[in-house]
């Protein structure tokens, strides 16, 4: 599998994940329809051209669900049993249609599953930034890996 085993996880190690995306009116319009979500600053762009962004903001799920799905090639593809939560989310600065965002990794901690022999918990800190080098998206995860052994 392409991604790490719990033992390879290195605290303090932060991954500058090669994978970029650049975000569009469709992405921001089809999952803010797939989610049930009707907000106007992410669908309606004549009604966000009176706002203080002039624009469509792109969906804050997406973002998150972007910046976390960009670093699973290089972490956790096939050796990730479960994700136990995303905390200290922050999305400090806008992302709008048309940025290209790329996505950093931050190994902060990592310890043995109490529960399970074969897998542990390993904390990660995700960030987006856009291509200007603002952070628009930040937040720590709680990911339970698999052994190697």
Not at 12 to 32: L, Q
Not at 106 to 129: C, P, T
């Amino acid at each position: 599998m392409a991604g790490l085993w719990f033992e390879e996880f290195e605290v303090g190690k932060t991954y500058s994940h090669p994978i970029t995306r650049t975000v569009t009116e469709m992405d921001n319009t089809m999952f803010s329809c797939l989610t049930m979500n009707p907000q106007p600053l992410h669908i309606d762009r004549h009604f966000c051209e009176g706002t203080e962004w002039g624009q469509p903001l792109m969906n804050s799920l997406f973002t998150l669900g972007l910046m976390i799905g960009i670093s699973v090639n290089d972490l956790t593809l096939g050796t990730t049993i479960a994700n136990l939560g995303m905390t200290d989310v922050k999305f400090p600065a806008p992302l709008f249609q048309g940025d290209t965002v790329n996505v950093t990794t931050e190994v902060i901690d990592k310890r043995e599953s109490k529960s399970r022999k074969n897998a542990g918990i390993v904390s990660l800190v995700h960030r987006a930034y856009k291509q200007d080098g603002t952070l628009v998206a930040q937040c720590t995860r709680q990911a339970f890996m698999r052994k190697k052994s």
